[in-house]
């Protein structure tokens, strides 16, 4: 064992008397490698209520703009000063929550303590910023001094002038001594991860009521956020994941679900530059900052530098409070980027510190507390020793967060700086700047294995185009864009730039602002980084600009100010309206995006007489022409003039679906009816009657089912239609013999953004995009006579981002050239992941054509 190196930033205490804040201690550092908290792969089959994808699909999520309270309107004039205080309606009791086994707070006296917290003086206010999929509201506690509405604007308008004129405000004296610097805890994203909401809530009632100076000092010059439990629904229940079934620390690239949309805002509203993520359970204590690949998009020199001077402290703090391996089971803390090589790493900004970090964010970190108390400990051990476990998790996070306010309050000017120095890089367009020994002194051990930058390029251009699908995909990828807090323009006028000529209603990124990172880093291809380290936590490749289905043209130099001003380029606030109904005649919808997809579905669950054409796409009689007016306003989609209104009818397809939850996700947002199946529904007993279609990639094992099972499930395909994904999807195949052909199975870790080339001529893949998405790749070889090739990765090795490491058969090189996605007359076989976590929004369509397919 070694000491803890040595490091820029000098850690230091508050030694007032009787002071909250906790000074460190020295202490050594665990070494052993960290535990992976759980697979990126769903093995089992989704049973989501309908309810909760609908609530994820239409909840609003609270903006605070000019720092007003959710119980303002966005119209007042100016904000409200601290505290904003609010009486909370109680939940009803629940005994069933899972909280209560392990002595902490269940989730119906949440809004009681909140309450009591705001009665104790002048210093807690509390917003709701939102509800989670499963309908519960969504916290965010304010512990800062008191200000006037005057206080609050000025406030306000140094945040504002941080991100928007960073030059500025480093000149601005008023920035430098009174800006409060925002610190944001993040707590419960697991819900099987409880106790950083425990230690919070002690925390704050501390805060509210401690008379030390120091304390005083801090609150002067720090606002406190605390985002209480991240994950109610998973809180109650005792799961990882929220009411979808979502892994929310997996969905910030996606933004699939509320809870995370809620933090979103929050870190776009707040700007904090510190963040603290509490999770479970690594023993001893993780701190980050992560191992290597390290995301090319930061500014990384700066993070690092503060993440680990920081890391340093809470090391110090949870050592310090003397819990032994021998007498309480805890080891000493462990910092991923000292005392590992690899295995836990900052690479996808899936992650809600890596995302924060991207809103500016200096020091973010992932804690994992060290005792187990989820799971099969949850469920095995005396309730006794849980709650004693539970209750040292909550001494360790309170000693992190508690170090994280001394970090804070000692460094608030530099931290500062450091957060205005990542926005004036951006929109300056200045270079990254290397990590080294040099760069970032003081951080032993940094070597070219840390250095990851990126080449910006000077702006994207999202073209307008005359196919619909381009349009309705491009306002979407706006949008998403426009959430994130990425600024957008769109030309009023054609425009020439780096030798292309780009019509009227093109959207424009220009690089160079603020954040010009997250830009990037939704946009970019990625990077190929299979030769980089053998393993990685979680995703390595996710483009939104390869895998949203719009046209995005990188645009890598030339006179940006000069095209976008020819263009007459202005700011939007949101993207163009692209719904459009052909005035006379029949109607025809391209099934393209996900939104056509949705409002098929929506016109046949209205009984409306669809028909399918031999190129894929749907005619709708002139009769519905009001139905299909309404439905463009809402999706944003093109019925066309149809030449003909000839076709094959179309039925409302109910989809019986042994899927994974993001999937299971998907489907609902495409408006399918579905039915959750596994072995376990099936085995008790399937009314077949209400399924036309199976759909299987997860939770189904034909060898498993029990006799009468096996033989109504081969029945159904007897007569009805299979959709396969992935090793699950294939096995049933064979069992079943509806299609010729043999599953290869790659690197079941390998992810990322594949080349592909599609058949089209109106099959599953016609206008696909040319590139998609694999976790596990699966490829097929020894195709029989009938068997169509819908889609193939690309000759030669087809990865274009992520992590996919040649081995002997499975590397992607052994993939290259060979079938992906097949099909025959009552099957289709998918080796891709086209609805992988509801992200992958251009590749949705092939999975909806081909349950219309074989259904």
């Not at 399937?686 to 081969?714: E, I, K, Q, T, Y």
């Amino acid at each position: 064992m070694r000491p803890p190196r040595p490091v820029l930033i000098a850690v230091a205490g508050v030694t007032v008397t009787g002071s909250l804040l906790l000074a460190p201690h020295d202490a050594l550092a665990g070494r052993r490698p960290p535990v992976r908290e759980g697979s990126a792969r769903d093995r089992g089959a989704a049973a989501t209520p309908l309810s909760a994808a609908r609530q994820a699909l239409t909840a609003p999520v609270t903006a605070f703009p000019s720092g007003l309270s959710s119980g303002l309107p966005p119209s007042a004039s100016s904000p409200r000063g601290y505290p904003r205080e609010q009486l909370l309606a109680p939940d009803p009791e629940n005994p069933r929550d899972k909280s209560i086994k392990l002595g902490l707070i269940p989730y119906h006296a949440v809004a009681p303590r909140l309450n009591a917290l705001q009665r104790l003086g002048d210093r807690v206010s509390v917003e709701v910023t939102g509800r989670s999929a499963g309908g519960h509201r969504l916290y965010l506690v304010t512990v800062t001094a008191p200000e006037s509405a005057g206080r609050t604007r000025a406030q306000e308008r140094m945040r504002a002038l941080i991100e928007n004129a960073p030059a500025a405000a480093a000149a601005d004296p008023a920035v430098r001594t009174d800006y409060k610097i925002p610190v944001f805890f993040d707590s419960n994203i697991h819900g099987d991860e409880w106790e950083g909401a425990d230690a919070s809530l002690r925390l704050i009632e501390r805060l509210a009521k401690a008379k030390d100076r120091a304390t005083a000092d801090l609150l002067a010059h720090s606002r406190l956020y605390f985002d209480i439990t991240a994950n109610p629904d998973g809180r109650i229940a005792g799961t990882r994941a929220n009411a979808n079934g979502f892994d929310l620390n997996r969905d910030f690239v996606t933004a699939s679900q509320p809870e995370v949309r809620a933090v979103r805002q929050t870190e776009i509203d707040k700007q904090p530059a510190v963040m603290l993520d509490l999770h479970g359970y690594v023993n001893g204590t993780l701190i980050e900052p992560a191992t290597p690949p390290h995301g090319e998009n930061y500014e990384y020199d700066l993070f690092l530098k503060n993440t680990y001077a920081n890391a340093l402290g809470m090391e110090a703090a949870v050592n310090g409070l003397g819990r032994t391996a021998a007498k309480d089971g805890v080891e000493p803390a462990q910092i991923p980027f000292r005392d590992q090589r690899e295995g836990w790493d900052d690479w996808p900004p899936v992650f809600a510190p890596q995302y924060a970090a991207f809103h500016g964010a200096v020091a973010a970190h992932t804690v994992e507390l060290p005792l187990a108390v989820g799971n099969a400990a949850y469920a095995s051990l005396p309730v006794r020793e849980l709650r004693r476990r539970a209750a040292v998790n909550v001494d360790v996070a309170e000693a992190a967060m508690r170090a994280t306010l001394a970090f804070a309050r000692t460094h608030r000017t530099a931290l500062v700086a450091d957060q205005i120095e990542v926005f004036r890089r951006g929109a300056s367009g200045a270079a990254q700047v290397p990590v080294s020994a040099a760069t970032v002194p003081g951080v032993a051990g940094i070597g070219p294995k840390d250095v990851y930058t990126t080449d910006f390029p000077r702006a994207y251009v999202i073209p307008a185009g005359s196919a619909q699908r381009s349009a309705t995909a491009a306002a979407r990828l706006v949008g998403h864009l426009l959430a994130n807090d990425v600024r957008v323009t769109r030309a009023a006028h054609g425009f020439r730039l780096a030798g292309r000529w780009y019509a009227p209603g093109s959207y424009v990124v220009d690089l160079h602002q603020p954040k010009r990172g997250l830009a990037n880093v939704l946009l970019a291809d990625g990077r190929d980084i299979s030769d980089k380290v053998s393993t990685m936590y979680d995703i390595s490749g996710w483009s939104l600009g390869r895998l949203w289905g719009a046209s995005v043209v990188r645009v890598r130099a030339g006179d940006l100010p000069a095209a976008t001003a020819a263009g007459a380029a202005r700011t939007v606030r949101a993207a163009a309206p692209t719904g459009y109904v052909a005035p006379h005649g029949d109607l025809r919808l391209g099934l393209d995006t996900p939104e056509a997809i949705a409002a098929l579905n929506s016109l046949l669950r209205q009984g409306v007489p669809v028909r399918r054409r031999a190129d894929g796409s749907a005619v709708v009689p002139s009769l519905a022409r009001s139905r299909a007016a309404s439905l463009a306003r809402r999706y944003g989609v093109a019925f066309d003039a149809a030449p003909d209104g000839r076709g094959t009818p179309l039925h409302r397809v109910r989809v019986a679906a042994a899927v994974t939850p993001g999937e299971l996700f998907a489907l609902r947002e495409m408006d399918f009816d579905v039915v959750p199946v596994s072995t376990a529904v099936l085995d008790a007993g399937f009314d077949w009657s209400a399924a036309d279609v199976l759909f299987v990639s997860a939770g189904l094992d034909h060898a498993r089912l029990n006799p009468a099972a096996r033989a109504a499930l081969d029945a159904f395909l007897g007569a009805h239609g299979l959709v396969g994904r992935g090793v699950s999807g294939a096995a049933l195949n064979s069992a079943t013999g509806l299609l010729t052909a043999e599953p290869v199975e790659g690197d079941e870790d390998a992810n990322g953004v594949v080349r592909v080339v599609n058949a089209g001529n109106g099959g599953v893949t016609s206008g696909a995009p040319d590139h998609s998405f694999v976790y596990a790749p699966v490829w097929f070889t020894g195709l029989g006579p009938h068997v169509r090739v819908e889609q193939a990765y690309a000759p030669g090795d087809p990865l274009l981002s992520g992590h996919w490491r040649p081995t002997a058969g499975g590397g992607p090189r052994a993939a290259g050239g060979h079938a992906c996605v097949i099909s025959g007359p009552h099957a289709v076989l998918f080796g891709t992941e086209p609805l992988f976590r509801d992200h992958p929004k251009g590749e949705f369509p092939q999975v909806a054509r081909a349950l219309l397919s074989v259904s």
